[in-house]
């Protein structure tokens, strides 16, 4: 992969996992969440892992 493919690819895993975590994916088990009352943090481990396999599952299917 060049350096330019790998960037469009980081890219396309944060949005779509920042698209999938907004309109239902969210709150996988594994995905990191912190309540502090006034500070509020998320980091969506497993579903931007899902998304990187079916991202990549599907850019072989389509290199074949």
């Given at each position: 992969?060049?350096?330019g ?7 396309l ?22 309540d ?29």
């Amino acid at each position: 992969m060049r350096g330019g493919t790998v960037v469009f690819y980081l890219l396309l895993v944060i949005l779509l996992t920042m698209a999938s975590v907004q309109y239902g994916l969210g709150r996988l088990p594994g995905d990191i969440v912190v309540d502090l009352g006034s500070i509020y943090f998320y980091l969506p481990f497993t579903t931007a892992i899902i998304v990187a396999v079916l991202l990549g599952v599907v850019f072989w299917f389509f290199r074949r």
